[in-house]
Each structure stands twice: as C-alpha cells, then as structure tokens.
T-cell receptor
Framework: AQSVTQPDIHITVSEGASLELRCNYS??????LFWYVQSPGQGLQLLLK??????LVQGIKGFEAEFKRSQSSFNLRKPSVHWSDAAEYFC?????????????FGSGTRLQVQP | NAGVTQTPKFQVLKTGQSMTLQCAQD?????MSWYRQDPGMGLRLIHY???????DQGEVPNGYNVSRSTTEDFPLRLLSAAPSQTSVYFC??????????????FGSGTRLTVV
C-alpha cells in the first residue's frame, strides 16, 4: 500500500527566506504526486502536481517541487517566503485506483512565517 | 475552490442520528472522492467514485455510505452517527489526463460534530 511521510510537523521561517518542505512517499510504481495548501478553516488548494516527464515541476504562488525517484522524495520549495504563505501544506500520492485521483495524504507541515 | 460545492458547512448531530453530506461539482468530472480530516492525521479517503453508478471503499469506509446516481452529485450518508465521526469532511473531484486544470479540486468542507 502507498504511504506519504512529511517529517516536519512544524516549520518556522523568516519572511524573505527560502523554504523547503520535505515529502517522502512509498509506492511500487511511478507515482502521481501532489502538493496542496490549506489556510485555517479553508479547503485545500492545489499547488502543483507531478505525473511524468520533467522532474522539476512549477506551480502556483511561486512554488516548485522536484521529483527524485532514487530518494522517493517530492520536496516543495520556494525561493522567498511571504507572510501570506503561512498555512498547512500537504503532500499526497495517487495510487492506481480511481485514475490515480483517490489520494493518500501525509499528515501535513504547518508553516509559520516570522516578520 | 473551482466548482466543488459542499453543504452544509457546519452540522451538529446527536449520537444515532442520520444525515447526508452533499457534494456537487459542475465540471463534468468523472472522479469524485470523500475524505475526512482529523487533527494530526492529514486527510483519509472514505469512499470514491469513478463515474455514475460506480463507487468503491477507501481507507476508512465504516459507518459511511455513498451512491452516485449522476455525474454531478456524490452524497455521503451517515446512517447512525457516532462521536468518532466528529471531523471535517472534504469532497474532491477530478478528471483523467495530466492537464493543469484536471484536479483533484476540493470543496470548502463540512465541519461535523457528533454529541
């Protein structure tokens, strides 16, 4: 069965600093991978996704992620964090069922941004 | 969130009561899913559907029923609510292919409390 691990429960960065959120997955085949962001009391917004091809994926809000098969990782990065990026971030993997759209999520990383 | 509508936004139930959480999408997506979100556990898949008339169980299906009579609607039924079903419920929809607008997209959620 597939699984996703987000090792960092909580991360604090200064505004303007770079950001990297870690995600490791376990899946037997080539995975479909997703990153979502959730602001307090809100739903989930899709930041980016990887299905195949170029391993560096560009998303919305200046985020990017790199798929590394050898490390089973799909880390999310942003070169300069803004205060509005404070939220919870979820990594997810889509298995073969439901066209790989039925997702298994990590437990999330809460990002705090210091002024 | 693009085109996924969940109702109600909040609900309080007494133990043993039944209710239906509604989910509708207007994007003609074939895939729809229900998740529950509990603190520290990310989102867990309850049920999913790959098209009208076709549903299947996810990771935590016990206590929940679904049906999909139309492409647009995917209601989640609690037949006899229990306090363990207190959670935030999210519905998602998506379509096949790798395009940037194929999702999955999430609704804004239903916060359910069972007392």
């Amino acid at each position: 069965a597939q699984s996703v691990t987000q090792p960092d429960i909580h991360i604090t960065v200064s505004e303007g600093a770079s950001l990297e959120l870690r995600c490791n997955y376990s899946y037997g085949a080539t995975p479909y991978l997703f990153w979502y962001v959730q602001s307090p009391g809100q739903g989930l917004q899709l930041l980016l996704k990887y299905f195949s091809g170029d391993t560096l994926v560009q998303g919305i809000k200046g985020f990017e992620a790199e798929f590394k098969r050898s490390q089973s990782s799909f880390n999310l990065r942003k070169p300069s964090v803004h205060w509005s990026d404070a939220a919870e971030y979820f990594c997810a993997v889509g298995a073969l069922r439901a066209g790989r759209r039925a997702l298994t999520f990590g437990s999330g990383t809460r990002l705090q941004v210091q002024p | 969130n693009a085109g996924v509508t969940q109702t109600p936004k909040f609900q309080v139930l007494k133990t043993g009561q039944s209710m239906t959480l509604q989910c509708a999408q207007d994007m003609n997506h074939e895939y729809m899913s229900w998740y529950r979100q509990d603190p520290g556990m990310g989102l867990r898949l309850i049920h999913y559907s790959v098209g009208a008339g076709i549903t299947d169980q996810g990771e935590v299906p016990n206590g929940y029923n679904v049906s999909r009579s139309t492409t647009e609607d995917f209601p989640l039924r609690l037949l006899s609510a229990a306090p363990s079903q207190t959670s935030v419920y999210f519905c998602a929809s998506s379509t096949a292919g790798q395009g940037p607008s194929n999702g999955p997209y999430f609704g804004s959620g239903t916060r359910l409390t069972v007392v």
